[in-house]
């Protein structure tokens, strides 16, 4: 079966501060890959996704993540967070079967 | 064009009690997902209709949990007997196909069920 580890469960950081949140997941098999957002009072949104080529995929907002197959890693970044980063971030995978399944998320706040 | 809607926003109900929560997915999307998602968890999956049919229900955690999508649009998530420990926001979700790179799923914004 397939899960998903989301290494740092609540992260504060500056404005203009880097930011990168690690994601591994366990599946031998060819995934597709993806990180949603929860903004507050909000629902799950897409970041971006990877299925296939290019490992280093761009997303909105100026978040980009890297597939790293050998080390199973999916992890998010962005150069410079602004203080609407402030979200609740989900990594997840979807292996054959079509349901995602989706790390225990990470908390970023980003503070002026 | 409109998202994933959901019905009720919120729900809540004494325990023992049946529930319906309701989902509509976008027009023309034909794979339609439950997920629900605990305090402090991301989202677990349900099951999955690709059209009328449940492809995969793997996930509903036992025989008190029930799911319909009899016209291929609406579905409707049904929890009978309601225990505490079903308190959570079920989420729903549906994308265009199942086939990749039209298997994005969209959320809808979940419906709160709290069991007293």
């Known amino acids: 079966a397939q899960s998903v580890s989301q290494h740092n469960h609540h992260v504060i950081l500056s404005e203009a501060a880097s930011l990168e949140l690690g994601c591994n997941y366990s599946y031998g098999g060819t995934v597709n890959l993806f990180w949603y957002v929860q903004y507050p009072g909000q629902h799950l949104q897409l970041l971006l996704k990877?299925?296939?080529?290019?490992?280093l995929v761009k997303g909105i907002k100026g978040f980009e993540a890297e597939f790293i197959k050998s080390k199973f890693s999916f992890n998010l970044r962005k150069p410079s967070v602004q203080w609407s980063d402030t979200a609740e971030y989900f990594c997840?995978?979807?292996?054959?079967?079509?349901?995602?399944?989706f790390g225990t998320g990470t908390r970023l706040q980003v503070t002026l | 064009g409109a998202g994933v809607s959901q019905t009720p926003s919120n729900k809540v109900t004494e325990k023992g009690k049946y529930v319906e929560l309701r989902c509509d997915p976008i027009?023309?999307?034909?794979?339609l997902y439950w997920y629900r998602q605990s305090l402090g968890q991301g989202p677990e999956f349900l099951i999955y209709?690709?059209?009328?049919?449940?492809?995969?229900d793997s996930g509903l955690p036992n025989d008190r949990f029930f799911a319909v999508r009899p016209e291929g649009s609406v579905s409707t998530l049904k929890i009978q007997r309601t225990e505490r420990g079903d308190s959570a926001v079920y989420l729903c979700?549906?994308?265009?196909?199942?086939?990749?790179?039209?298997?994005?799923?969209?959320f809808g914004p979940g419906t709160r069920l709290t069991v007293l």
């Open positions: 997840a995978v979807n292996a054959a079967a079509s349901k995602l399944t």
């Open positions: 027009s023309g999307h034909t794979a």
């Open positions: 979700a549906s994308s265009l196909t199942t086939s990749r790179p039209y298997n994005e799923q969209f």
């Open positions: 990877y299925f296939s080529g290019d490992p």
């Open positions: 209709f690709q059209g009328t049919g449940a492809a995969d």
